[in-house]
C-alpha cells in the first residue's frame, strides 16, 4: 500500500513521533471534535490516560507536555520552540483549550498514567474525556501506531486502519514494486513521484520535498553548535559540538586518518539526534527516534559522493527521498515502524534501510541493487531492541542513529559493488522483522522495562 510522502516525512517537535508528535496530534484532535459537538461554555474540565509504553515512557519522551500542546490547539510546524507552554500550565493550572476558552488543568490530577495497563488493539494508547462540571460530554480512545499517525478506536480495524490512495502506482510487496518499474520502465523514485503527483500539484510536491531537507539540515547545524546538557535526568552531555571542534581542528593541522568520513557521518547522526533529544523540531524519518539517519546519510551524499553520481545533486536528492518513502511503505505495510510495536529494528533498522535505498537511487543504482541496499541493512538491524534508559530518547537512542547512519552508506556500497542479486529477498527481510517484533517480550519495545533501562545506573 502506498504512503504519500508527508505521511513518511513528518514535521514534528521531538523527541518521539509515537509518543510526541502522535499524542500531540490525538489530543488535538479530540479538541476539534470535543468545539464541533458542544457550545464551548459547557467544557469545564478535561482528563486525559495514558496506557501501556506511554504511560511507561511518557514522561521521558515529552508525551504530557505534547499533550498540553495539542490540547491548546498548537501546529508543531508554527510552535515556538523556545517557550515553555507546559511549564505554564503547570505552575498556573489552567489551560486555553484549543487556543479558545481557559479550563482549569492540574497536570497532576487530569494526567493518569495507567503503567500496568495495556490496551488490547496497540501499546500506545490514551484516552481523552471532557465534562461539563462531572457530567461527561465527550470520550475518545486514540493509539499513536508509530510515525506520528493516530487512529481513533474505531479506525483500528483492518477494513478501516489506512487510507488507499487514489494513485496509478499500488504495491503490497517490493516484489509488486519491481514489476510495475519494469513494465513501466521506471526507477522506484519515478513511480513514487507519479504517484505523488497525483495527490498534489508538481510544484507543491517539490516545494515540501525541498521543506524537509532544509529542516533535516538546519537540525544538523544547529546540533553542531549546540552545548551543553540534555534535558532529563541522565545529565547527558551533547558530543556534536566536541566531535565537530576535533574534526575542523583535524583539517587544520593535517591529521586526517583516511576514516574522516566517518566520523563526520557520526557527527552527523549525533547532531540531529541531540537536537530531538531536546526537543527541537524535527523530520520523522520514519520516526522521531531515528530522524538522524537518513539526515546524515544525505548530508554524507552531498558532501563526499554526489561528484561520483550521474545524477546532478538536486535530482539526486529527490531521487533519495522519492525512493525512501516507496521503501518505508513497504515496512508500514507489511510490519510497522512503531518501537513500541516491534522494537528498535522498526524504528533505526528501517530508517537504515531507507536510508540505504535512497542512497544507491542518488548514486545512480538500479532497482535491484536499491532493493538489495534495503535488504541489507534491515537484515542487519534485526532484534534491535527498544529500551530508552529512563524512558529518555538519549541512550542508546542518540548513538544508535550515527551507528544506523554508517551502516546505511555501507548496505548502500555494498549493493552498488554487487549486480543487485541477493538470496534474501527485501521481502522476506521485512517478513522476518515483523515476526521477531512479535516474538520480542514487550520488555525490549519501548517500555523501559528490560535491556539497557535496567541494567545500567538510571537517573
Known sequence: ?????????????????????????????????????????????????????????????????????????????????????????????????????????????????????????????????????????????YFSIGGGEVLRADEMSQESKRVVYDVPHQFDSCRELQEICEKYDLSIADAVLQNEVCLQPQKEVFAYLQKIEMIMDEAIDAGMRAGGVLPGGLRVRRRAPEIYRKMKQN??????????????INLWGFAVAEENAAGSRIVTAPTMGSSGILPAVLRYYKRFAAHKSPLQVEDGVVKFFATAVAICSL????????????????????????????????????????????????????????????????????????????????????????????????????????????DMSSRYKETSTGGLAVNIATC
Open 331 to 438: 515496512y508500514r505495510t507489511n510490519a510497522s515502524i512503531s518501537g513500541a510495536e516491534v522494537g528498535c529494528q522498526g524504528e533505526v533498522g528501517v530508517a537504515c534501510s531507507m536510508a540505504a535505498a535512497g542512497l544507491v537511487a542518488a548514486m545512480g543504482g538500479s532497482n535491484r541493487q536499491i532493493e538489495q541496499a534495503a535488504e541489507i541493512a534491515i537484515e542487519h538491524n534485526l532484534g534491535l531492541t527498544c529500551d530508552p534508559v529512563c524512558g529518555l530518547v538519549q541512550i542508546p537512542c542518540i548513538e544508535r542513529n550515527a551507528m544506523g547512519a554508517v551502516k546505511a552508506v555501507n548496505a548502500a556500497r555494498l549493493a552498488m559493488n554487487g549486480r543487485g542479486e541477493h538470496n534474501v529477498s527485501l521481502d522476506d527481510a521485512i517478513r522476518t522483522m515483523y515476526v521477531t517484533g512479535r
Open 1 to 141: 500500500m502506498y504512503f504519500r510522502m508527508k505521511d513518511i516525512f513528518a514535521i514534528g517537535i521531538g523527541p518521539s513521533s509515537s509518543h510526541t508528535v502522535g499524542p500531540m496530534r490525538a489530543a488535538k484532535r479530540f479538541a476539534d471534535n470535543l468545539l464541533k459537538a458542544v457550545p464551548i461554555e459547557q467544557i469545564s474540565r478535561i482528563k486525559v490516560e495514558l496506557y501501556g509504553s506511554l504511560a511507561l515512557t511518557g514522561i521521558g519522551h515529552g508525551t504530557l507536555r505534547a499533550v498540553v500542546y495539542g490540547l491548546m490547539g498548537l501546529c508543531a510546524e508554527e510552535i515556538d520552540t523556545k517557550r515553555q507552554y507546559y511549564a505554564e500550565v503547570e505552575q498556573t493550572k489552567k489551560l486555553t483549550l484549543n487556543g479558545k476558552k481557559e479550563i482549569k488543568f492540574d497536570v497532576n490530577k487530569d494526567m493518569v498514567l495507567h503503567k500496568d495497563k495495556f490496551l488490547p488493539e496497540h501499546a500506545n494508547g490514551m484516552k481523552f474525556s471532557a465534562y461539563n462540571k462531572q457530567k461527561p460530554i465527550l470520550s475518545e480512545v
Open 251 to 264: 583539517f587544520l593541522t593535517n591529521r586526517q586518518d583516511g576514516m574522516e568520513i566517518i566520523d563526520w
